[in-house]
């Protein structure tokens, strides 16, 4: 069984940053692929970022891409995302996953095996 905790939530003013961290148990952290959704009140949980195991390939949603950056420390079974540049559309409930079959597309909701209880972001305008 994998744990996933995440951390790092608040509130932000429009135009500032977060970090947002998800801390995973088990000893095979390295071998999975993981990535961080997010969902907004009245929405579906929509793909924000991902990164393969071995850290070499990223994936971003094109409204984050060049503001947001995902990176993980497999020594540390830790995944992270670095939010800069906030927008008031970048406020929801974020959520660390993991996926244990690597290979299949981290876009999609349903490679996933492992979920967070999310945390989460306010951006104020």
């Known amino acids: 069984q994998v744990r996933l905790v995440e951390s790092g939530g608040g509130l932000v003013q429009a135009g500032g940053s977060l970090r947002l961290s998800c801390a995973a148990s088990g000893r095979t952290f390295s071998t999975y692929d993981m990535g961080w959704f997010r969902q907004a009140p009245g929405k579906e949980r929509e793909f924000v970022a991902a990164i393969r195991w071995s850290g070499g390939t990223t994936y971003y949603a094109d409204s984050v891409k060049g503001r947001f950056t995902i990176s993980r420390d497999n020594a540390k079974n830790t995944v992270s995302l670095q939010m800069n540049s906030l927008k008031a559309e970048d406020m929801a409930v974020y959520y660390c996953?993991?996926?244990?079959?690597?290979?299949?597309?981290?876009?999609?909701?349903?490679?996933?095996?492992?979920w967070g209880q999310g945390t989460q972001v306010t951006v104020s305008s």
């Open positions: 996953a993991l996926a244990r079959n690597v290979g299949l597309s981290l876009l999609i909701r349903s490679s996933y095996d492992y």
